[in-house]
């Protein structure tokens, strides 16, 4: 599978983009999966359905299944949080799958980049960040598009991961 990521910081743009690639790449024929990190506790599932009560009452793991659609919930009961590698090996295959945050890892990654957000650019302190999409005109020595030109930012992506 292909890797590629959205990062920049909180209000960025990041979740935007991301969801306009994921429509604009699959429009295009390719399969595409998501990967979302959250730095805060984040619950899918809700106060007093089954598949919450399994989880309250101790399970490792709940697999909630119908006829649209499968979720697997983890709990990691103070076990450390799995690495990107580890949650990518998880995933079924796919054409292309779209990171959003872990700005840290080493997949090459897109900057969404709002100047109102008044955030230093990731771009120049991390060599993974391949290009940034801005909402504001930019010079730096990596390619710069508008953060509304899915298309080029997806032919970007598509051109660097070989696809």
Do not use: C
């Not at 990041?14 to 306009?20: A, I």
């Not at 120049?124 to 710069?144: G, K, M, Q, Y």
């Not at 508008?146 to 696809?163: C, H, M, P």
């Amino acid at each position: 599978m292909k890797v590629y990521g959205v990062t920049g910081w909180k209000n960025a743009g990041k979740t935007g983009l991301m969801e306009r690639l994921v429509a604009e790449i699959t429009g295009r024929g390719y399969t595409v999966s998501t990967v979302k990190h959250a730095h805060h506790a984040v619950d899918v599932d809700q106060p007093g359905t089954d598949s919450y009560r399994h989880r309250a009452a101790g399970a490792s793991e709940v697999l909630l299944a119908s006829g649209q659609r499968v979720a697997l919930m983890q709990e990691l009961r103070g076990a450390p949080e799995p690495s990107l590698t580890d949650l990518l090996a998880r995933l079924s295959p796919v054409d292309l799958v779209l990171i959003e945050g872990f700005k840290r890892g080493p997949h090459p990654k897109v900057e969404a980049f709002r100047a109102v957000a008044n955030n230093p650019l990731i771009a120049s302190e991390n060599d993974s960040v391949r290009a940034v999409a801005s909402d504001t005109p930019l010079e730096l020595d990596i390619p710069v598009f508008d953060l509304n030109d899915t298309s080029a930012v997806a032919d970007f992506i598509l051109k660097e991961v070989g696809l």
